[in-house]
């Protein structure tokens, strides 16, 4: 089973991370959560995201911002696998699941594909809603919180994964990986 961590972050690169959440999946189940505001000591907390990243793939909405909050702070992981199901290496905090260029790549003519709007358009309310009670701290229980915007992220990453499948597409981590990826859809994404 691939492990998957699905992260967000809150600050700039002005600011620095000033919260993170991070949820571990594994076969697409939550396995672990992790959340902590750091407003500028964010450095004390770059090994638990090597850790990470060495035993499994991340996962982000629109994750270029989390992917350049990370190399502002080191450049490299280290040798790590290309993602948590292959034996290659490379020296990169990505490549990224990213969910907004899945939704876009997916459902292409969608008015929003910010987290909020995806989770309004295909009734995942409820179900974020539960997750966040669960995982979230009382007083961080919405969007533009860190762990909540990173379940809104599971909530996303599980209703794509549930409707490609129902359409027969056989999903796995290479394959959204390679939509995550795939330049046509890059370019999609940032219009």
Known sequence: MSTLH?????????SGVT?????TLVGGEVMGTRTAECTGKFDEHLDMFIKLRK?????GHNASVEDRLLRHY?????????????SELGTA????????????AFFCNLPDYSLGGLVKKFE??????????????????????????????????ENLTAELQKNGLRVSDELLLEYSRSKKFLKQSSH
């Open 74 to 86: 080191a450049a490299s992981p280290g040798f790590v696998k290309k993602c948590s199901s292959s």
């Open 124 to 157: 995942l309310t409820e179900r974020l809603s539960f997750l966040a009670n669960k995982f979230c701290p009382a007083h961080k229980l919405g969007y533009h919180s860190a762990m909540f915007d990173a379940l809104a992220t599971c909530v996303l990453l």
């Open 6 to 14: 699905v992260i967000d972050f809150e600050g700039t690169r002005a």
């Open 55 to 59: 035993n499994g793939t991340f996962v």
């Open 19 to 23: 919260e993170y959440g991070v949820v």
């Open 93 to 104: 905090w990505g490549v990224w699941i990213d969910t907004k260029i899945l939704y876009r």
